[in-house]
């Protein structure tokens, strides 16, 4: 919704260029990790995903890498596009599936 | 197509009227659950359902009910509504089968407590 885009980091990005979009997060224990994106007036969409047993994972133009060390969590994006335009989340999961955490969120804007 | 449906998509009401926002998946999923989301907090769990008539509180559960008598309906219940509800609610539903643990959520429902 419209109201997302407040008091959210931005990363402005020019069409073509790779974009990066990282998360920190927060529980050790976590062994499931999502990127989502959201673009204005929809609801999250499901991007791609990563285990923990994994530190790389590449999907179609996107890339999850995960670092359990720093607990770290980045997706890359290449040759970014107006389309990819919106609010990315990242969530971790540990435990059960009840347990999913929601980063803040990064506002990605691809300039033309 | 599969799909969760959220009704209504936009909602305005006042201090302590009843209301509910309903929310429907068409993918036979077992999981569904209910999430808010405001500036700078990210999504919040609200409740969720492992199954029919199986619902358990998440992150910030005062203030809704929810029930599931069927697989596919996962209403989100206020009862009193107060003007700190006022939010842009989503529903999800995921599968959790084969370790396919995705949610789909809804297109959402921004309410407004006056």
């Known amino acids: 919704g419209e109201s997302v885009g407040l008091h959210l980091p931005t990363l402005s990005v020019q069409e073509g260029d790779n974009s990066i979009i990282n998360c920190a997060y927060s529980?050790?224990?976590?062994?499931?990790f999502i990127w989502y994106k959201q673009e204005s007036g929809k609801g999250p969409q499901f991007i791609i995903d990563?285990?923990?047993?994994?530190d790389k994972r590449q999907g179609q133009r996107v890339t999850v890498l995960l670092n359990k060390t720093v607990k770290h969590l980045s997706l890359q994006i290449a040759a970014t596009q107006p389309g990819d335009s919106a609010v990315y989340f990242c969530?971790?999961?540990?435990?059960?599936?009840?347990?999913?955490?929601f980063g803040t969120g990064t506002k990605l804007q691809v300039i033309p | 197509e599969a799909q969760v449906t959220q009704n209504p998509r936009y909602l305005i009401t006042v201090t302590g009227k009843k209301l509910t926002v309903t929310c429907s998946q068409n993918?036979?999923?077992?999981?569904m659950s209910w999430y808010r989301q405001d500036p700078g907090l990210g999504l919040r769990q609200i409740y969720y359902?492992?199954?029919?008539?199986?619902?358990d509180k998440g992150d910030v559960p005062e203030g809704y009910k929810v029930s599931r008598k069927e697989k596919r309906n996962f209403p989100l219940i206020l009862e009193s509504p107060s003007p700190n509800q006022t939010s842009l609610y989503f529903c999800?539903?995921?599968?959790?089968?084969?370790?396919?643990?995705?949610?789909?959520f809804g297109s959402g429902t921004q309410l407004s407590v006056l």
């Open positions: 999800a539903s995921s599968d959790l089968s084969g370790g396919n643990e995705k949610l789909f």
């Open positions: 990563i285990r923990s047993n994994m």
């Open positions: 969530a971790e999961k540990s435990g059960g599936y009840q347990k999913v955490t």
């Open positions: 529980n050790s224990a976590s062994d499931y």
């Open positions: 993918m036979n999923h077992e999981y």
């Open positions: 359902s492992m199954n029919v008539e199986v619902t």
